[in-house]
């Protein structure tokens, strides 16, 4: 969570953003769980998921209600290959298990995909790199503080 913080102020996130990183009372490893504890549509939660693009890491950061399609992803980026990466070359890439991997804190930026959809919220929430841990956002912010790229991952 430290190292999602200093990531956020260093990158010049709203300050709203870095003060709003808060812990859950209970793990939200999933869109649904991270929406319901915080009373929002699943729309609006960022789901963090690393792809192992042709051995690669591949961010992409998605809008709750949609499942990534790993086909329109290769092709966006030019993979031959891109699938769900195991939890070990997760860990690897982002010092950050599966459930609770932030947008950013990484050990080395990533490529990063930013799912248009999120567009349509005003406000967003991702995990803050621990499973109790999310903090409030916006689309431009992701893009931002990501060096992310804008696409249609679903």
């Given amino acids: 969570m430290d ?3 200093a990531h956020l102020t260093a990158a010049g996130a709203d300050p709203a953003s870095v003060a709003g990183l808060r812990i859950l009372p209970d793990a939200a490893a999933t869109a649904a769980a991270a929406a319901a504890a915080l009373d929002v549509e699943v729309g609006q939660i960022a789901n963090s998921l690393v792809f192992d693009a042709d051995g690669t890491p591949l961010l992409v950061l998605t809008s709750g209600a949609h499942r990534v399609n790993t086909a329109t992803i290769a092709a966006l980026i030019g993979a031959q290959r891109v699938r769900r990466a195991s939890p070990e070359f997760v860990y690897a890439a982002t010092g950050q298990r599966i459930g609770g991997v932030a947008p950013v804190g990484h050990p080395e930026p990533l490529r990063t995909l930013v799912d248009r959809a999120l567009e349509r919220h005003l406000q967003i929430w991702a995990a ?3 499973p109790h841990a999310v903090f409030p956002t916006t689309f ?3 893009l931002k503080v990501t060096g992310g790229t804008p696409a249609d991952v679903a």
């Fill in 3 to 5: 190292r999602v913080r």
């Fill in 128 to 130: 803050g790199g621990i």
């Fill in 140 to 142: 431009a912010e992701l």
